[in-house]
């Protein structure tokens, strides 16, 4: 079993960053981690993506050249960093994990935290 716990979203205005953390706890060696979002009435969908040794990513274009995935094994952390942020990027967002490789859908992850709401302002 794996625990995720987010934090770090909130208000933000158009143009701004928010750095979102996620800290895992039980069975997290050679977890892969990835970060998802949901806005009102949509589907959840693929953020970014985190091998467990840090060494590949993997990004939504949607956020590509503006977030950044990355990971402190010794702590257990997985960071979301988010620039140049806009108001498309109000929604939920959600850690998930998986010990096993392959892609990226909301079906390919194992375990999901309870998500934290980052909303960005025009």
């Known amino acids: 079993q794996v625990q995720l716990v987010e934090s770090g979203g909130g208000l933000v205005q158009a143009g701004g960053s928010l750095r979102l953390s996620c800290a895992a706890s039980?069975?997290?060696?050679?977890?892969?981690m990835g970060w998802f979002r949901q806005a009102p009435g949509k589907e959840r969908e693929f953020v970014a993506h985190i091998s467990w040794s840090g060494g590949s990513t993997y990004y939504a274009d949607s956020v590509k050249g503006r977030f950044t995935i990355s990971r402190d094994n010794a702590k257990n952390t997985v960071y979301l960093q988010m620039s140049s942020l806009k108001p498309e990027d109000t929604a939920v967002y959600y850690c998930?994990?998986?010990?096993?490789?392959?892609?990226?859908?909301?079906?390919?992850?194992?375990?999901w935290g309870q998500g934290t709401q980052v909303t960005v302002s025009s």
């Open positions: 039980g069975r997290t060696f050679s977890s892969h």
């Open positions: 998930a994990a998986k010990l096993h490789s392959g892609g990226y859908s909301v079906y390919e992850y194992d375990y």
